[in-house]
């Protein structure tokens, strides 16, 4: 499999700060990249869609203002969380796609980074 | 409805029994389908991909009914190192998770 690196890996930080994730596809170029969000016990919640060169697309309840993506090249997408609160203290994971033929069955896999744990004091 | 809807679990087995997952999804224009093991405060790792026919890996089947919009897992003789979550996932067309199905083996 393709390797998609994540950092930090941890993060704690004080409430009203700005963090920023970064998001990098290793080995592969990725045109879109995934930003998701796990509370625990609870599944992975898709927060948005990092598109390179483009905005990103936000899912229904996700504050764009708040959690603000940019995905200026091929491998590599930030996820900046801006004036952290408690609430947001969660596990998020980053994902990146990579699309392409093998004869003739195409393929559409996505790869995930290993997480970051944000704990908001 | 959910996107994806998975059993909610959890599980307890004894070593060496078979447990079935089942997973259902809404999208029917949904193509790809796959299992994601998740051990705790990790990311999720791929298991294996459900093909149309049907696929095995060892001790792992997937099966895939597009008629009825169910993918499922089979493990057999199940192994400590088998507890996990395991989450289903439907490209649709991004992924989109189900809830996970926690399951503990136990000797």
Same mark, same amino acid.
């Given at each position: 499999g393709a390797v998609v690196s994540q950092h930090p890996s941890w993060v704690i930080c004080k409430s009203g700060t700005s963090v920023k994730i970064e998001c990098r596809s290793l080995d592969f170029q990725a045109t879109t990249m995934f930003w998701y969000r796990q509370f625990p016990k609870q599944s992975l919640m898709l927060m948005a869609t990092s598109n390179e060169g483009s905005k990103a697309t936000y899912e229904q309840g996700v504050e764009k203002d708040k959690f603000l993506i940019n995905h200026?090249?091929?491998t590599l997408s930030t996820l900046t969380v801006t004036s952290a609160h408690p609430e947001d203290s969660s596990f998020y994971i980053c994902s990146a796609r990579r699309t392409g033929t093998s004869g003739s069955y195409l393929y559409n896999e996505q790869f995930f980074g290993p997480g970051t744990r944000l704990t908001v004091l | 409805r959910k996107e994806v809807e998975q059993d909610p679990g959890p599980f307890n087995v004894p070593e060496g029994a078979t447990v079935a997952f089942n997973c259902t999804y /809404?999208? #029917?224009? #949904?193509q790809s389908f796959f299992w994601y093991r998740q051990d705790c405060r990790k990311e999720p790792k791929l298991l294996m991909s459900v093909y149309s026919s049907g696929n095995e890996d060892g001790r792992f089947t997937a099966q895939l009914n597009r008629a009825s919009q169910y993918i499922s897992l089979l493990i057999r *003789? /199940?192994?400590? /190192? *088998?507890s996990a979550t395991y989450l289903c996932a439907v490209n649709a067309p991004d992924l989109r998770f189900g809830a996970g199905t926690r399951l503990t083996v136990k000797p």
């Open positions: 200026a090249s091929l | /809404s999208n #029917s224009a #949904s *003789d /199940s192994k400590l /190192s *088998d």
